[in-house]
């Protein structure tokens, strides 16, 4: 697509649930990135999917997150058994090699209640 | 990952006034990039800026990856302008570390 596309833009929920959160990159960009923004704060580091290659995870807080990517397509977040303090905006960003200019989707602002 | 220190963490600027932002690395840095994050959280990529300088309209953006700094430039600023500036590089890998961002607010 012409820009990364994140969905949902907004998900409430309750604590103890599963979501999941989808990010779809510009096509064309082997690289794909996520990361955490806590209200009023920088961006935080969680996972990278570079192509065929192993993931770096070493950003993921905790077990209980997860994502992955097939190929060079769609990813997904998923946040299991969530807690108040995994509210955020979970931002995706995709680009045409590792490191270089990053486009950054809309984001998906997650509330646990 | 690298430290990066934004300068100054607010800013409040009248229409039209020019202003500079900078950002300090605490180590060589590759992939230099400058983003602004709307009021409404879009980030947009303002700059992909590793070395020298570039200029986008009423903006530029200088690196010197010697001395380990950036400078945004925004000249004859507009309310449009305001929002959060981050600046991020990477060091010999491919993750972004974020400064914690300039927030600036433009008065009409």
């Known amino acids: 697509g012409a820009g990364v596309s994140q969905s949902p833009s907004n998900k409430v929920t309750e604590k103890g649930k599963d979501v999941e959160l989808r990010c779809d990159p510009i096509?064309?960009?082997?690289?794909l990135y996520w990361y955490r923004q806590r209200l009023g704060q920088g961006l935080e580091f969680l996972i990278y999917?570079?192509?065929?290659?192993?993931p770096d995870k070493s950003g993921l807080p905790s077990d209980r997150f997860s994502a992955e990517r097939t190929g060079e397509s769609v990813s997904t977040l998923t946040i299991q058994r969530t807690q108040q303090e995994d509210s955020a905006v979970y931002l995706c960003?995709?680009?045409w090699g590792q490191g270089k200019m990053y486009t950054f989707g809309s984001g998906t602002r997650l509330t646990v209640v | 990952g690298i430290q990066v220190e934004q300068s100054p963490p607010d800013l409040i600027l009248q229409e039209g006034a020019n202003s500079t932002l900078r950002c300090n690395f605490s180590d060589s840095v590759n992939n230099l990039q400058w983003f602004h994050q709307n009021p409404w959280g879009q980030l947009i990529n303002l700059f992909y800026i590793p070395s020298g300088t570039k200029q986008n309209g009423r903006l530029s953006a200088t690196t010197v990856a010697t001395e380990r700094y950036s400078l945004l430039y925004i000249s004859s600023s507009q309310t449009t302008d305001s929002g959060v500036y981050f600046c991020a590089g990477t060091t010999n890998d491919y993750k972004l570390s974020f400064g914690a961002g300039t927030t600036v607010t433009v008065r009409a």
């Open positions: 960003a995709s680009s």
């Open positions: 999917f570079q192509g065929n290659s192993a």
């Open positions: 096509s064309g960009h082997t690289a």
